[in-house]
């Protein structure tokens, strides 16, 4: 269950393999939990942004996909770090920590039948808002296209 993606490319996490199939068709690097979440899948994440690396959650649309988002968020609430944080890290030489956000898939669908039915928007949005400086609040970003 290693993952790492280039270091300036987020991370993006799915539901389904066909869901990530089509994230890579659309130049993302993600990868599928196939099925809930473990323990082992909310320790890999620890380390992916630990190791500076931006992670996306874009569960499909649907309960399970809600349910998913929020155990994720509930088990990595410490993210996104304190500015504070961010800068006492680079200040140590250590990587930044990343960056987690949610990306809203449009209702009752998957990222795959979203991106089949050309419906990118939130797609868009998120990779929108990592290209700007992290903000200063320490709530987790939900962005909806």
Do not use: N
């Not at 068709?25 to 323990?39: F, N, S, V």
């Not at 990595?76 to 960056?99: C, I």
């Amino acid at each position: 269950m290693q993952f790492m993606p280039a270091q300036d490319e987020p991370l993006w996490i799915v539901e389904g393999e066909g869901d990530a199939v089509a994230m890579s068709q659309q130049g993302c690097t993600a990868w599928a939990t196939t099925g809930p979440l473990k323990d082992g899948h909310i320790a890999q994440m620890r380390r992916t942004l630990a190791s500076g690396q931006d992670i996306i959650l874009a569960f499909d649309a649907d309960a399970a996909g809600e349910r998913y988002t929020a155990q994720a968020c509930a088990a990595l609430a410490d993210y996104p770090p304190t500015l504070a944080a961010r800068l006492a890290a680079a200040s140590d030489g250590k990587p930044r920590p990343g960056r987690l956000l949610v990306a809203r898939v449009p209702h009752g669908q998957d990222p795959e039948e979203a991106i089949r039915h050309q419906d990118i928007a939130w797609l868009r949005a998120a990779k929108a808002y990592l290209s700007t400086p992290a903000p200063v609040h320490g709530s987790i970003p939900i962005l909806a296209g």
